[in-house]
């Protein structure tokens, strides 16, 4: 069974085993419950409670007949309803977290002392972490990437939105890579808006966390075998790491595209 398709049928809200009914019955007119065990080996008890949930989300209907009970999948078409829906929920929901965004800040209490630390753990935790990045008040990182990283290695959507959400954002970059082989791939507006650099060889092969400098805090996201990151605000390591990162980004390579 093809894992794009159901992979995608996941990321709008089905199950992995409601996406492998659904895939398997939209082959039959209707089908059986004995039949669907049969095809995909998932039991009984599981198919059953599956199908239900499908009924409710509007892609399966039920037919009942003597002794016997026959399920039709419905047509493709209304996955782009059950999309929809999806999509109208989240702004319901946006709206109301941004009702009550002004409440929080009210009741929220700034640090007394301009130093703090915050541990993100797992893939979730790194979101979170980054999404504090992606929102700095001076709309500028300088960034050091190793070629292997958090992003390269997790999923190729997110990566998508990462890059998207930093464009839209209006936020620009001073970057510093282990390799220069994606450069290929980039144009001159990529160019404009990362101004990558390569570092020295020495440095290639040496470490695995990405950092991103930016207003006054530090963001270091580990691998994605670690699945970890850290914030750190304070104006002195900021300063100290910002002047490491000068040091570097003159004595780096800067990257050109031959026309």
Known sequence: MPRNIINTLKKI????????LYITGLAYDSIEVSELVKQTTIN??????ALETLIQKGLVT????????????????KLEKLFEEKISLLELQKNELLSIIPLLQNRHKEAKSDFRVIHYEGIEGIKLAVEEAL????GH??????????FSDFDRDYAKYFMNARRNRGVTARSLWETDIIHKNLNPTDIEFRHP?????????KFNSVIILFDNKILL????????AILIQSRDLHETLSAIFEGLYIGSQPIKITQ
């Open 135 to 138: 929102y700095c008040k001076d």
């Open 62 to 77: 039920k037919h009942e007949r003597p002794d016997k009970s026959f399920f039709t999948m419905t047509d493709p078409k």
């Open 13 to 20: 809200g089905l199950t992995d085993t409601e996406s492998q």
């Open 141 to 150: 990182w300088d960034i050091i990437a190793p070629k292997i990283n958090f």
């Open 44 to 49: 009984r008890t599981t198919i059953y409670h």
């Open 221 to 228: 996201i580990s691998s994605l075998k670690e699945k970890s």
């Open 197 to 205: 650099r390569i570092l020295p060889e020495i440095m290639h092969g």
